[in-house]
């Protein structure tokens, strides 16, 4: 539980380096990241090398009592690189070849590139093998940032060819796996396969899964070189990535399996405006969505089920996003404790002082350009204090899963059936309705064993094998509660319809099946009704209807649809377990009518529906009250309470820690 | 009046077959169209052929009692034939080739493909020149589907070049016809036309519709190479092509002369969702909108002046569109009876079973995924006993024409003029208006007879010769009645302006010639107002200021707009006819107040305005009222009626089919 | 103050051309301009000439005693050229080539195509360089339309090296001055720089900023090479370029230092529809934006500090905005008067007919396609009466100088930091102001001498150096009136942030520093409050908070943002002078709220605040009164006045001249 920042030594005088890194140590930092974008500086030509400024600023970080993280400097590579070796560059899938002038412009696949980034970074690697000062690497910067996991170079194809070739025992397997035959799309041989190039109509889903695992796969291949080569020259320090938000094109699941410690970067204010359905609201935009970047710790945490860290933390105003509203006060402060809540060790602001030069001058730093002291300063000051006070690192011990995959991910991606079907937002729907309870949640990939966890949450297992199946099926029969959502056993792992009624291998377990589906509108009314009840609850977007077998239906549509009465949603009891099969996309209050019985039923502790914006987690001992919204907020906990920090009244974008685990019976309440 | 199926037994095993083959006959189904995308299946390698399964298929077919229409599997260029022959590949406009990977991947200019086609094309027909089960043939699939009717290829190049020198006497004759002098255009010699490619601003309308007519003639010479090969086989089947709806960019009526009969591929709820302007209602969503189905089908039926197939009927759910809602109950037999009371002798549904494997798999069938009954196989089962009772195919009897001319859109489509300017909207507005009153519509071209016709609308008669004018005014001066639309007389057959006021050759014919013109934002107040009463009633997007001569205003301008009381829609009275000329884009309201005193003027039976959603049809001594509004509906004949189908009260998505003709003093009441 | 207008001989007959140019000498008409895309008709073959027709043409024109302005024909050149020579085309930054086809494709870096200008231009300047009746020339036409000052091509790329060589002392002054470090952009030689092309994130900032430079700067060159041939061949011609309203690419004042008049092309329905934020107006729709055309008048007429032409004045309805409404009942000579107002001394309708062909055919002329008079014709006709009655054509004395720059311009173009953000909007807005008070107006480059100004308003002047802020200061402190707008004093030449507080060297004068900026979307509330009052007022899109030192505030935040009661906009008095500055961009009101005051204390004669779309300018000795609103007015000065046209009571669309200056004390009264 500790602060950092990233600093780039390079962009600044060396008078003024000792300045700066005497106020990161007063202000209680512990980690200073660097040297992620330095290739041209570190070798300002071929086989030329300067580290010594290098030396010098992880000396005095040292000399400060902090810790040095390092980057290899591979996602940048210099002008003199690509000139020499023009064949590094990525393609789009029109040809196009992304030049040099910004960043991320290599390919994956390059052979040239991969010699090049083991040339440069066996180089750093070894010249920092014994430093004292450097506890740790990152490896590259952002993968996959700009679009830039699926490339379309002939390296591309190659690799694709090979990937293929291995994977399938003959072009007859892989035509007959995929299912060619349709519109005469038979391949004669693996050589005869590119990557999806420009077509008149969609191409082939199978192609393109295969197409989005390769590409993703390159990305975990070209990680594992770095952390090789790291561990090679020191096996004692960490290796990490910085993952994004909502990254779709990599599966950072896979990725993480070779890295000791998983990383990621937080920017709540960009995150609500460029990558969330609908408008922002007003809180939004000045703090974030906590279930947005919840549900990323979340994931972040549960891909290695360790403790993460956020390696660039929002520090004010940035660049990227459509707009640029200042963060609310105090929510600079706000993040880290929130992040903490959801199991981070260290969050270390992105970056020290706004850059005087390059695309990123419209990005605050934690310094104005003038080097004094901005907003985010004094909130990492506090937050690095308080976090220090809070004290011991417990890992956050989740009782419900949410079950995602990157497959099903890409697989709904390139078939959305409607414009509005994203993954993720249905994912945070489902998600979010366990947070508004103030679980905490993993997000954890099928394949986790599952029998830790009260209750299991599965928005869209679209990609369903047996042995998934019948892992499922154990987990119900043991007592387990399991709630899936629609579009689940569609496809085989070719993206191939299995020819069998939905939920396919799953069916025996839900005791429905899927009769049909639809896609819908807005302007259609789409409305179910609680069979116990009067009260109907909107949904949007998709519609199964559902024929059930031994399931009793919990909820049945009610609108100016075509068939009323149909099973929606609905539950099977299976010895102390009970499987819940949702066939619509909830809205908010019908995703709250499943959950809250969820946890009930598997007697998980929770709170009353809490207000939008506030969200409450449990870490160790203590819980966490983070108020994203704009609203004053009163905590009215059960039991008696010790705050270690702020009191059962908090302001907007403010924070409260108690001493217990308060949780059930708390209400809170929005004061306006 | 029958009903068949679209199979693809290639994508099932053979066991299956019979299982299929038997359901389709029991539903009394007696086409199963076959193959069109079958080539890489048929001739796996080249030279290596494989005719067996589709032999079996045939066969199967003919025991059961059915016929099988079989296609020409020249949409779907195989793999090795794109590797063995790149060149046939289209190109886009940039230059980026539409590669391999889903369908219509070929250019229809290309020398090579015109070969592969012959050697294809011959193979198949010769193997079933003598099978007793094959009716006729399809030729290809959609042709232009995808956008595929302009490719911008060297072999289009070259063919562009020989078109234009076979057409122009000299390139001089070139330059003066299209008028090069404007922005120093001129060409040296024929060998200097491209086709037009990017440019820094518009390109010139004369070139933009020679490369239009070129591209569409170039489908035509492609179509006819199959028919000629197919009718050298046997000249007893039939030989169509399946067209789609609202294909902008191929002549059908060119194509069309060289077929035996016409078909077109119906997709009710897909049709109203991308092509149609503004947002569809809920009821549209669940079963189309019937003008717009209606005027394909009657386009097409026109086109030989001869019952239609539809080749592919909507039989579900559907994949293309932005959203797939489930169609309303009903609606997949609605639409077979809807195309009946068109004209259409069979309706064959696409397809026999959802496909588990490649582009289509959200693509309902009539059978699910598992091979069981979906709700479209029901429909159309019941579909197939009615329409054999129905019996008797007679042709229909249309008295009323709405003339329609694809060189006026290509060229309307060129130089809009308003983003909301488009020509099968202005033609539907007319169109409708007709229709609901029940009235049957040829959709012809300029060039057919119209003294069959008791009154001839011709939304927008952009390009005119003296030989239309002439015969317009004949028609007119021998009593027939006659509406022009707006926009009509504007052009020379080489998109250029003439030096006379609008409507150039046809002024002396109306009465009245265009002062001015000017296209409209929604923003602008535009309404017209009765000149022999209180009321005004909107118009949209273009109003032309009319100057009369002869002519008497009908309807003037009454609105914020720069001159009122001006002539917006004149009437002359030419002996026993009327020319009316409209010069505003009328709204409904206003469209039914030109096309209910037209047909009260030419004497044709109608019925009083018929409720949104509601038509009715007369065929042969039938009456058909088919009920696209999600309302139930009563109907109120004013004469005795014997109900061979439904009664006189009947549902959303339902249909009645009455034995007598019901038109005259017909009413009909929603009933909510 | 005369009418002129643009005729195109070669597009019509021989025999029609006298009839013609009888008719513009009836209507008083002085100026015909003409050739401007006649390259292939002067020159059909390489160095094969044909001069003759338009040695007539100017002969005639003569003879009926107006006089020529001829056209160098280079918008167009022909392709037998294009094909001779294919380098001279246009690349986009993707590498798409820009074909022959339309206008305006070649490279003005092309060494080919500016040894074939210099070809073209001095053989048409020697052809004329003795015939009287030729009184100036128009070089080429309306540089940049169509996005075409940025080409990518080879030339491009060997021409930028060339510039920045020239430019920068080494490599090394470049990636200092420019900021390389960031992101390993650092550039090894000149020759390792190219244009900006395709890359996977934003190009760098200083290097965009340079390739608008280099980019404007090659078509000053080229203007250069036409101007130097002409003024070879006869010293006494005029020569003048023809802008185009709110052009970005162009630097227009660096241009104009090469020419002795400047002129544009003004199309007020089209720009209010293609170049503004927000939908256009009903009055807006019919004649425009006084404002928006105002602006281009008194920035065009400010570059050379003379009167100005307007060589392109809208005859009527047009082809090229999204919608062509014919234009108010009068419009057309209201442009006429308000263009002279503003300091015009000839109006050149565009154009003479409506042009049979090519691209042009929905673009109206004074005459109709048949040659009648159209209603452009009888405008232009009393027009050019009335303008002889006014007499005297007296420069415009503007009191009040706007400070543009196309530097700033760019700037901020590449990093708008919203969505939002227009800077063409934004002087708008502070210039509208300014007019809705009757006061004339220079927009002028930051460079000009401010001494003779009373007051100066600078919107936004993002890159400050020294020298300016010097001068500025000295402005104010010698008693000058200095308003300066958001985003002021943020970068230096470069593109790169000072590293002090914004507004940089215009701290101490401003004696305020902003503390941090944001950008704001509409759903946050946005307001600010008059400290001495209790009015709040709305603001938009950008706030910067202020820290004031010796400055004193004038209105500070009151909304739901997240810092209230801080300073928005601030005031300081030095000596006789004031600054204000002002950290938003103000709404109508507020801005109104800033102008007024300053207009008070620098004495300049004002208005009362005019109805929209009213506007109210001196010129010489006299009054002009124009009406672009849909209302008749109602006009009461202070003082008696004698009308020279129209009276105290105008019509929509309409004009009025009074003989006397009757600015101080004038209300205006809209009727409805």
Redesign the interface.
């Given at each position: 539980m500790t602060i950092g920042v990233c600093y780039f030594p390079?962009?600044w005088p060396r008078e003024r380096w000792e300045t700066d890194i005497e106020a990161m140590a007063d202000a209680g930092f512990e980690y200073v990241r660097m040297a992620e974008?330095?290739?041209?500086?570190l070798e300002?030509?071929r086989g030329q090398f300067d580290f010594e400024w290098l030396d010098e600023a992880v000396e005095l970080i040292g000399e400060h009592g902090m810790q040095a993280v390092l980057c290899t400097?591979t996602a940048?590579?210099?002008?003199?690189l690509v000139?020499e070796r023009p064949g590094i560059l990525?393609e789009?899938s029109?040809?196009?070849?992304?030049?040099?002038?910004?960043?991320?412009?290599y390919c994956f696949n390059s052979t040239a590139y991969r010699e090049e980034t083991e040339r440069i970074v066996s180089r750093v690697a070894d010249r920092y093998a014994d430093d004292p000062h450097v506890a740790g690497w990152q490896t590259d910067n952002e993968f996959g940032?700009?679009?830039?996991v699926r490339c379309y170079c002939a390296d591309c194809a190659d690799a694709f060819r090979e990937y293929l070739a291995e994977k399938y025992d003959s072009i007859e397997a892989l035509n007959d796996a995929?299912?060619?035959?349709?519109?005469?799309?038979?391949?004669?041989s693996f050589e005869?396969i590119?990557p999806?190039?420009?077509?008149?109509?969609?191409?082939?889903?199978?192609?393109l899964l295969e197409y989005a695992r390769f590409s993703s796969n390159a990305v975990v291949e070209y990680n594992r070189l770095h952390v090789d080569l790291l561990r090679e020259a020191n096996s004692e320090w960490f290796v990490t990535h910085n993952f994004m938000g909502r990254f779709s094109n990599l599966d950072a699941y896979a990725v993480s399996e070779d890295l000791d410690l998983v990383s990621w970067d937080s920017y709540p204010t960009g995150f609500v405006q460029d990558r969330l359905a609908g408008?922002?609201?007003?809180a939004q935009?000045?703090a974030g969505d906590p279930d947005q970047i919840g549900m990323d710790h979340d994931l972040y945490r549960s891909a290695l089920d360790r403790p993460f860290w956020v390696m660039e933390q929002q520090p004010?105003?940035i660049?990227w996003p459509?707009?640029?509203?200042?963060?609310?006060?105090g929510a600079m402060r706000l993040w880290a404790h929130h992040a903490t809540a959801h199991g981070a060790d260290a969050v270390l602001y992105f970056r020290w002082r706004?850059?005087?030069?390059?695309?990123?001058?419209?990005h605050?730093g934690l310094r104005?350009?003038?080097?004094s002291p901005?907003?985010g300063y004094h909130g990492a000051k506090q937050a690095a204090a308080e976090l220090a006070e809070v004290g011991e690192d417990d890992h956050v011990e989740a009782p419900v899963a949410v079950l995602f995959d990157f497959e099903n991910l890409w697989a709904l991606t390139e078939?959305p059936?409607?414009?509005d079907f994203d993954y993720w937002e249905l994912l945070e729907r489902f998600y979010g309705a366990a947070r508004a309870r103030g679980t905490q949640v993993d997000v954890v990939h099928p394949t986790t064993p599952l029998e830790e966890y009260d209750a299991v949450v599965a928005p869209a297992l679209h990609l369903v094998d047996d042995v998934l199946a019948t892992r499922l099926t154990a987990y119900v029969e043991n007592g387990g509660e399991l709630l899936l959502g629609p579009r689940t056993g569609v496809k085989d792992a070719y993206n191939?319809?299995?020819?069998?009624?939905q939920p396919g291998p799953l069916a025996d377990l839900v005791g429905a099946t899927v009769d049909?589906?639809?896609?819908?509108?807005s302007?259609?009314?789409t409305r179910v009704r609680n069979v116990n009840g009067e009260n109907t609850y909107q949904f949007q977007v998709w519609a199964e209807?559902l024929e059930t077998a031994t399931a009793t239906p919990l909820f049945v549509y009610d609108a100016?649809?075509?068939?009323n009465d149909r099973a929606a949603i609905t539950r099977r009891d299976v010895g102390d377990g009970t499987v819940v099969y949702c066939g619509v996309w909830p809205s908010e209050s019908l995703a709250d009518e499943l959950i809250e019985p969820l946890l009930a039923r598997a007697d998980v502790p929770s709170s009353d529906r809490l207000p939008d914006g506030v969200r409450v987690n449990v870490r160790g001992g203590r819980t966490w009250i983070t108020n994203f919204s704009?609203d004053r907020i009163r905590i009215k906990p059960a039991t008696d309470v010790t705050w270690l920090i702020g009191t059962a009244t908090i302001d907007a974008y403010d924070v409260a820690v108690a001493e217990q685990r308060v949780l059930d019976g708390l209400s809170i309440e929005p004061l306006g």
């Open positions: 390079e962009h974008f330095s290739w041209a500086v300002p030509e400097p940048t590579p210099p002008k003199w000139d990525q789009d029109d040809g196009t070849v992304r030049e040099h002038g910004s960043r991320r412009h940032c700009h679009g830039t995929w299912g060619t035959t349709f519109w005469s799309q038979r391949y004669p005869a590119d999806p190039g420009p077509t008149p109509s969609d191409h082939h889903p199978s192609r408008e922002p609201t007003p935009l000045r004010g105003d660049n459509p707009y640029a509203p200042q963060p609310g006060d706004r850059c005087l030069e390059g695309q990123e001058q419209y605050a104005k350009q003038d080097g901005d907003r078939q059936h409607s414009p191939k319809l299995r020819p069998v009624p049909r589906h639809e896609s819908l509108p302007q259609l009314d209807w100016d649809g075509v068939e704009s």
